[in-house]
């Protein structure tokens, strides 16, 4: 039986791992978040209500525990946020990843870390596991110093990139860019939506899935998850609306430049998936094909 500790159990990618690693009993699953379980299901996993920035308690219970595998999902993904408090995007994104790995170490676990498309600055597009980084915002920046902390390590570790992930969990304490413009349409609200970024959105159940398979086929190294076409921002708030049969016509492009916000975003991301699909055999499809699966899902 392999023992994971799965950190930032409450969040969309965390449910989204207990979702699919509780159906079966060849795993044994320590889910560790802030405050009370928000994941419906409560037998058949412990929890336990952990600050993840509370080092002390997270060795205490870690320890105790003796995992195999390590998945660490808990992280402040508000990039704007990040962009205004350093000192606590510094503790959750970089700090924990430096203590899950010193943890690792001792136990000889394997470190399951989720990074982003934003380490890159968006002028190329298409990135592949071993190009270049340079990240615009301090969300980029934090992400990265965590990929340096595991290449340096001499842990095993796995590193799956993502992009703009989409889903519906359980009591979400955050939003998704799926849901929302699709609360808008429905709402019949009008919603301004940016042109001129470009992105390969990701369905949590693949990336959960993309986790899974790091575990089952003990996969070490760099992976890109994302879906496997490039989009505006723009074009794929009207493939939402086409898919879940609402009115385009409440959607308006603009340009970034006008919007003002704190953090810097990368123009034009989306990742090369060769990598991902012959070594973890994911079949990563278009945004078109996992938006009908999402509703599929959810109605
Ligand atoms: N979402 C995206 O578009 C995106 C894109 C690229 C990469 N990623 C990466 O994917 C990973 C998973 O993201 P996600 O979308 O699942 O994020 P999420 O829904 O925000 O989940 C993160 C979870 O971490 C928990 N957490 C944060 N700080 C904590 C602390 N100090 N102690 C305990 N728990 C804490 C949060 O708790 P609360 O719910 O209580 O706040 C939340 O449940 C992250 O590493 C993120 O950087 C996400």
Request: aromatic fraction near 10%; include cysteine.
């Amino acid at each position: 039986m392999k023992k994971i500790v799965i950190t930032g159990s409450n969040g969309l990618l965390g449910q989204s791992l207990l979702d699919l690693f509780l159906g079966d009993k060849t795993y044994q699953i320590v889910a560790l978040s802030r405050g009370e379980s928000r994941y419906p299901i409560k037998d058949g996993y412990d929890y336990v209500d952990c600050d993840l920035t509370d080092f002390e308690k997270l060795q205490e219970i870690v320890l105790e525990k003796q995992p195999d595998y390590i998945i660490n999902t808990a992280a402040m993904t508000n990039v704007d946020a990040c962009e205004e408090y350093r000192e606590e995007c510094d503790e959750i994104n970089v700090q924990l990843v430096e203590y899950l790995t010193s943890l690792s170490e001792k136990m000889n676990s394997h470190l399951i870390h989720i990074s982003t498309d934003f380490i890159f600055d968006g002028k190329e597009g298409f990135y592949k596991e071993t190009d270049q980084p340079n990240p615009l915002s301090y969300y980029g920046v934090s992400k990265l110093k965590s990929e340096q902390i595991l290449e340096k390590s001499s842990i095993n570790f796995t590193i799956l990139r993502t992009i703009l992930v989409y889903g519906k969990v359980h009591d979400m304490s955050r939003s998704n860019i799926v849901l929302w413009v699709r609360k808008m349409l429905l709402g019949e609200k009008e919603i301004t939506i940016v042109d001129d970024q470009f992105r390969m959105p990701t369905y949590v159940k693949d990336l959960a899935l993309a986790c899974k398979t790091s575990v089952d086929k003990n996969a070490k190294g760099v992976f890109n998850v994302s879906s496997n076409t490039l989009l505006s921002v723009y074009e794929i708030a009207q493939q939402i609306a086409e898919v879940f049969e609402l009115e385009a016509k409440y959607i308006k492009p603009i340009s970034t430049s006008v919007l003002n916000q704190r953090a810097i975003r990368p123009s034009k991301t989306g990742f090369n998936l060769n990598k991902t699909q012959e070594v973890l055999s994911l079949e990563l499809k278009s945004f078109k094909e996992d938006l009908q699966r999402f509703k599929e899902d959810i109605t």
